[in-house]
């Protein structure tokens, strides 16, 4: 089963640090996370600042990394088929997901430790641009690729 994933993260060099993460899978099922202490507003780029995090939701969506991975963990347990990480930013949002999925260096046993590359693959899209929020972004690329995945409404 595929599941589309992306990520919010507070600027674009190899020192990103992960500030959200969402998957939305084939079958409609969701998740989303937003890391307390993985990152400060410091760290953060000015399109960061302006942009991303003004668009966090908070409340229970936020979590300690601890408490993130364990939720993702079991998200990915959720699922009884092997599943195929798909991502428009691989060199990004795939290496953060792999620092939130890891845990103490054991890899989920049913995610293909490879990413597919959603700009590789044949997507129909209206050409509206993402708006750099991890679980609307996930959504508007999965409808990309699946006809059956509407979207959901905002919570």
């Not at 364990?70 to 347990?77: E, G, Q, R, V």
């Not at 845990?103 to 597919?116: A, E, T």
Request: aromatic content about 10%; hydrophobic content about 40%.
């Amino acid at each position: 089963m595929r599941v589309f994933l992306d990520c919010e993260f507070t600027k674009l060099s190899a020192a990103a640090k992960l500030i959200s993460l969402a998957l939305v899978a084939e079958d409609g099922r969701e998740f989303y996370v937003e890391l307390l202490d993985a990152w400060k507003e410091e760290d953060c780029s000015d399109f960061v600042k302006e942009i991303v995090l003004p668009q966090l939701w908070g409340g229970g969506n936020a979590q300690p990394i601890t408490g993130a991975r364990t939720a993702l963990l079991d998200f990915l347990a959720s699922f009884d088929e092997v599943l195929e990480i798909v991502t428009d930013a691989p060199q990004y949002d795939w290496e953060l997901f792999c620092e939130l999925a890891y845990d103490d260096g054991k890899w989920p046993r049913n995610v293909r430790n490879y990413p597919s590359d959603a700009t590789t693959l044949d997507a129909s899209s209206d050409g509206d641009p993402l708006p750099h929020h991890a679980l609307l972004d996930a959504r508007i690329i999965a409808s990309m690729f699946t006809k059956s995945n509407p979207g959901k409404g905002l919570p």
